[in-house]
């Protein structure tokens, strides 16, 4: 099964907000609620930041929340600071196959 | 607490068998129902589900990997471990053990180690 598709990379200055989309397929995204995104800084192990669409665990910052429409994902970042320049991976459940499926991953820079 | 600490060969040869084990301390592996996994990514590149574990020894494996993966849990001395067999250059990357946030959850993972390079080379 191919990955999600996510943008490669994006861009976006301190203070503004960026959404990062998230496109799989009625047997992904379409067809359930279990859909994460997980923040990953060089060198370090992802860190979860939001899980069933939209809830955030605990610690994690409120400028980060997500929602879902059909087939696509979307984290949106928002106030941009310069420790949010990462890695972002989408992941959901495959309902076919039983498995977490992620997407290719999006390189935000904070310029 | 809880923390997750992989361990493991960094170098397997080509056609051989990689395995590695994920301890965990500050909590139990039997305590509640929590799937044990594991993720790997290749390096510059993006992650990768391998597949889970339940104490109970139930397992889900990824579809593109299953007929080469098996995982195994060990309650007495608190932790988990996968198998690879028939290893190529494609399987060397960085692997991770985790832990999935909710009870009889499969993900999202809200817990990982700090991860392995496991590189794959005669």
């Known amino acids: 099964q191919s990955a999600l598709t996510q943008p490669a990379s994006m861009t976006g200055s301190p203070g503004q907000s960026v959404t990062i989309s998230c496109t799989g397929t009625g047997n992904d995204i379409g067809s359930n609620n279990f859909i994460s995104w997980y923040q990953q800084h060089p060198g370090k192990a992802p860190k979860l930041i939001i899980s069933a669409v939209n809830n955030r665990p605990s610690g994690v910052s409120d400028r980060f929340s997500g929602s879902k429409s059909g087939n696509t994902a979307y984290l949106t970042i928002s106030v941009l600071q310069p420790d949010d320049e990462a890695d972002y991976y989408c992941s959901s459940y495959t309902v076919s196959s039983t498995f977490e499926l992620f997407g290719g991953g999006t390189k935000l820079t904070v310029l | 607490q809880l923390q997750l600490q992989e361990s493991g060969p960094g170098l397997v040869r080509p056609s051989e068998t990689l395995s590695l084990n994920c301890n965990v301390s500050g909590g139990s592996i039997v305590r509640g129902s929590f799937s044990w996994g594991w993720v790997r990514q290749p390096p510059g590149k993006g992650l990768e589900w391998i597949g889970c574990i339940y104490h109970s020894g139930k397992t889900f494996y990824n579809p593109s990997l299953k007929s080469r993966v098996t995982m195994s849990v060990d309650t007495s001395k608190n932790q988990f471990s996968v198998r690879l067999n028939s290893v190529t250059a494609a399987d060397t990357a960085v692997y991770f053990c985790?832990?999935?946030?909710?009870?009889?959850?499969?993900?999202?993972?809200?817990?990982w180690g700090h991860g392995v390079l496991v590189t794959v080379s005669s």
């Open positions: 985790v832990r999935a946030a909710g009870e009889y959850q499969l993900l999202p993972q809200a817990y």
